[in-house]
């Protein structure tokens, strides 16, 4: 109980210094019983952001000697990883010094959740790549490090820990060093964004150089790791990057007023200023900016505001607005770096649901480019990040694909914006969230296209365009001849990649009726290749094989292999143009 | 080099700074930056979320406690439709263990802000007389807490749920993530949550299943009432001390409602007190205080040695059982 009457306690003054504070995202990495969670426990415990009957919770508990607190169970807050000693999950922590507010990631070392390593990740400005003095450089400090660089996280900083243990020898902190410094390197190369890297010695058991500095080792005359996280540079936006601003929705409270909702992602925006609303391209100049503290001169990211236009022009949701002087690209075909987080692999083909900014769209995996082999090698530091060639993507799998998207949208590279440069996959059916990707390339679509594509009549009769948009094809017509059990995985695939078939058979025999039959086949098949759908036309013959053709073009399939079978069809398909945007009409004889 | 070295420092040439000497600056230029405060940043964060979570479900509800802290979601929720209003109704789980000034604050709270406020209870359990001194409060709040919340949520088929949980206040919370997706029977499961990368959430259940959305889960107590202080948000008046009558029993100080069961011969005492976390009366123990106004609650909040949860019964039933409660369902 605090008498408050004799301290001199003015809220002004300490709302002034508090708002003086900035704040710093960090999450930490390495593999597993590096000693993560110890170290945040450390760091907490030391500055006195944990309470009493935090501490008391955990007395006597844990893996460390009788006496010694066991920190890691300050931020374990799961059963499962209390029964284990292992981190399953990201734990969220806060605390601050007189200088910032942190917000930290305590991730997971376990390969098995590298996706939640990811998670905590995603957020943070800086990281913390813990490695154990005594095991050193690991596989999976490898990957968590290359997860780090993808992510663009700023600073990483490397904690040799557990330095105890390694009689807090200079030459072991030097060795690991050396090698996780040509390890940074090399990620750096591969993943094109440099990581500002400083290492530093500790033990997070000891509090060796964790909050304050230590005696054990003087050859080590650097900051301590919170002296450090205190020290670098903020990693807020820019202010002068390009406004990019996505429409969360549309507010209209009456008929006077219609405002787009949205957080400023970067850049800066002020009344008067031309924006361009994208993918539309259509343009308007910014009116007022409305917040419910009241209108204000401007907004930089990262506010939450409500921006009204000068004319009324056509915005939704999943719109982005940006400046019309540095607008991001409108495309339909992107390159992205993808981290695979789902046990069941990255199917090519198959329709997936992309969530970017704030709006979703259908889209597929057209070509796997490559996959970085990242599996545990007995030396991690001896292998180089030769690429190797995939045809999938498993859990925890790193690959840089090509996606084509069924609806445009605007975005940036995710080297220039970690905002409107990042997506996630979801899967249709049992909507898990299976991929986190990071835009590295899209190819600009002209605008005339976009507008086209964008074009759905509300009325009237239901266009080809639009039927494109929401199967993914073009109406076509494809005859397959030769075995009936590869024709039936052929319509499988496609089915299940949300393709619409129909399947006829052609009638055996000959003579008038036939001839009869087949004419009719041909019509029902123009017709329905008129109306947008993939016909399948089934020859079935005792070959072992099965040719399929498609326009001018033709395919032998024999395999039955499912993935095979989506990759030769689909090549066909390109080639026919089926799979092409709907600038002709669907069917042409 | 890829590898940059930004850092005022490199451990690789040590110079070792002179006695005393400041920290020197870092070497790194720095570009115009946005400063804003880190209570602007957190409040565009979570109205962020509340538009988004409005926009990509069906029936959202927010479900409003009468505590500091729905009463900062509350009005974050006002800023995020501004001029429009609140999309969303409100729902309160009412134990009927409430303080009557909690229940008249949420009453009024609704009509000033002008929202559809909706109040559900397990009539069932409640005739039949369920309370913590009866039965374990583990199963009293499983009756009169989850269960109620489910059957209101399922009644009124809502298909997301915003709750005013911070990660802060206990170490299984700190698990959990900003959309939190609860299955058919409305249960949370920490060892397999859908990954959350950046500000992207996944919105996508199946008919029944639904997700509970916390906008405030980056939000610490400190920032809470920082935001009360500058927003000058109204709480309850159980939150500042007053001379209140007060059942002490050791340590505890346990305040006097409808439904306080004294001891025989148990006298209560007028305690200059106040409550540091809104719960069901029979639960919620007072603390002694001096704090009467937002600025002492701040002040009082820094000379704390003990978490916000420590004056609650029901947290410490058991080892890790806001996670037990919270798979079977709880918020
Ligand atoms: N001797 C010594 N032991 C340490 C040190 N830091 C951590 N440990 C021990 O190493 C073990 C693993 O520590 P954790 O903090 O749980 O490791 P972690 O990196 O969080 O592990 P995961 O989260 O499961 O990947 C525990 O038994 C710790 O007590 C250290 O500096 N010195
Ligand atoms: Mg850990």
Redesign the interface.
Known sequence: ?????E?K?S?DD??AA??A???LRFSTAGSVDDGKSTLIGRLLYDTQSV????VRSIEGKGTTAPGQIDFAL??D????E?EQGIT???????FSTARR?F?IADTPGHEQYT??M??GS??ADATIVLIDASKGVLPQSRRHAYIASLLRVRYVLVAVNKMDLAGYSEERFGAI?ADF?AL??QI??DTGN???????PVSALAGDNVVHRSEAMP?????SLL??LE????A?????APLRFAV??V???DAS?R?F???VASGTVRPGDAITALPSGRTARIARI????GDLEQA?????V?LVLDREIDIS?GDLIVSSDAPATVATEIEASLVW?DAQELAPNRRY?L??A?HVVPAVVARIHHRVPLESQSDPTAQSLAHTEATTLGMNQIGVVSLRLLRPIAVDRYGDN??TG???L?D?AS???VA?GMIRAAVALPQSQAAQLLQTAITGPVTSRERFVRWGHRGGVLALTGSIAIADQVERVLFQEGMVTLRLETPAGEGAHFREEAASLDQTAHCAAQAGLLVLIVTASDERSLIVHAADHQATLSTEDPQRISTEIHALLTEAGMLAQPWRPDYEI | ????????????Q????PAGAP?PA?R?S????????????L???S??IL??V??EFERPVMLYSIGKDSSVMLRLA????????IPFPLLHIDTGFKFREMIEFRDNMAREVGAELLVWRNEPAIAAGTNPIALDTKRCCGLLKTQALLDGLRHYNFDAAFGGAR??E??????ERIYSFRDGAGQWD??N????????Y?A???PGESIRVFPL??W?EMDVW?YI??EKIPVVDLYFAKERPMYVRGESLLPIEQSFVALPGEKPRMVKSRLRSLGCSPCTGA?????GT???I???LL?????ER?NRVIDHDQ??SM??KKREGYF
């Open positions: 109980m605090t008498t408050l009457a301290n306690f809220i300490f709302m508090e708002r504070k900035d704040l309470y009493e009957d935090q300050l931020t807050g799961l059963r499962a209390r399953i999950d990201v734990a969220y922590r806060y507010k917000i996706r939640n990811a998670t995603s957020t060093k410094s940074l390197d750096a190369a440099p990581v500002e890297a400083r290492f530093i050859w080590y005359s650097g900051p002296e450090l020290s670098l540079p903020p807020q936006q820019s202010n002068s969360q929705r507010l209209r409270p007023f405002g909702a949205g957080q409305v917040t419910f503290d930089h990211a990262p506010l939450s409500t949701r987080m649901l969530k970017h704030s970690r905002l990042a997506f996630i979801i249709q909507n898990s969230t986190a | 080099m890829s590898v940059l070295d930004i850092f005022p420092e490199s451990s690789s040590p110079v070792a700074p920290e870092p790194l720095q570009p115009r930056l946005s400063r804003l405060s880190h209570l602007r940043q409040e565009a964060e109205i962020h538009r988004e409005a926009s006002q800023k995020a439709f501004y001029p429009a209003p990660r802060d206990e170490k299984s919370r700190a698990k920490p060892k949550q859908r990954p959350e990368l950046w500000n992207l996944n996508r259940i199946h889960s980056n610490t920082q202080h500058e603390i002694r205080s001096d704090a937002i600025p002492e701040i002040a009082e000379s704390f040695r003990s978490s420590a080892e890790g996670e037990l």
